[in-house]
C-alpha cells in the first residue's frame, strides 16, 4: 500500500464564496466541493474529455462538467449522466483548524 499525506487546499472560509474550489494536492489535481457540512474531493477531470469540473455546478450531490453536462457523483465519482461513462476518482478529505485538507499519496 502507497504511502499517503494530507495536504491542505483550501480554509472553510472560501466556500462561502466559491463553490467548488480547484486545488493541487501534490502531484494530484482535485475539486473540492461543499455540500451542508459535508466537503467532496475528486479529480479535477471529466473522465469523457479531460477537460477540467472546478467551473461546473454542484447539484443533488454531483458535480456538472461545464462543458458537455456530464456529472459525477461526489461521494463516490460515479458518472451518472452521459456523455460521461468512466468514473473519476475520490479522495479522503478532513477539516481541521478551519482548513480543508484532501489525502493524496505521498510524492
Keep these: 500500500m502507497a504511502a499517503m499525506r494530507w495536504i491542505r487546499v483550501a ?5 462561502e464564496t466559491r463553490n467548488p474550489i480547484p486545488a493541487a494536492a501534490g502531484f494530484e489535481a482535485v475539486v473540492v466541493a461543499k455540500i451542508g457540512p459535508n466537503y467532496f474531493a475528486i479529480e479535477d477531470r471529466c473522465s469523457h ?4 469540473l472546478d467551473e461546473g455546478d454542484v447539484e ?3 458535480i456538472i462538467c ?3 453536462g456530464g456529472r ?12 460521461a ?11 481541521e483548524g478551519g482548513a480543508v485538507f484532501v489525502e493524496v499519496e505521498a510524492e
Design 60 to 62: 443533488d450531490g454531483q
Design 66 to 68: 461545464p462543458r458537455h
Design 85 to 95: 461513462i468512466a468514473p473519476v476518482r475520490t479522495f479522503r478529505t478532513k477539516v
Design 72 to 83: 459525477f457523483d461526489l461521494a463516490t465519482g460515479e458518472a451518472r449522466r452521459m456523455p
Design 49 to 52: 474529455d479531460d477537460n477540467p
Design 11 to 15: 480554509g472553510e472560509a472560501e466556500f
